[in-house]
């Protein structure tokens, strides 16, 4: 069973740094895309930032330059380095992860972490 565990919310003051961490355990054939998303209380789900499996990324414009995406695929993990945290950046960070589960499937399915909080706060 394949599972997407994230590691690295808490509380942090404006202005300051986090980093968020995701690794995929289980038994799959690769991984294709990566990326990050969040909710925010009383909004929808919006996509953060995202990495192919090639090491593409692209970035909600509100956190470009701000925000990193970058993934070890040896380690099957993707990371969020957000620096100059605001407080809009308030909310629960998803992972997700296309995974295709074996080599004669052809196909890649979504997987999703259980989030992680990040409240940015003085």
């Known amino acids: 069973q394949v599972q997407l565990v994230e590691s690295g919310g808490c509380l942090v003051q404006p202005g300051g740094s986090l980093r968020l961490s995701c690794a995929a355990s289980g038994r799959f054939f690769s991984i294709g895309a990566m990326g990050w998303y969040r909710r925010a209380s009383g909004k929808e789900r919006e996509l953060v930032a995202a990495?192919?499996?090639?090491?593409?990324?692209n970035y909600l414009d509100s956190v470009k330059g701000r925000f990193t995406i970058s993934r070890n695929n040896a380690e099957n993990t993707v990371y969020l380095q957000m620096n100059s945290l605001k407080s809009e950046d308030t909310a629960v960070y998803y992972c997700n992860a296309q995974i295709r589960e074996a080599y004669y499937s052809g196909i890649y399915k979504p997987y999703w972490g259980q989030g992680t909080q990040v409240t940015v706060s003085s």
């Open positions: 990495i192919s499996s090639g090491g593409s990324t």
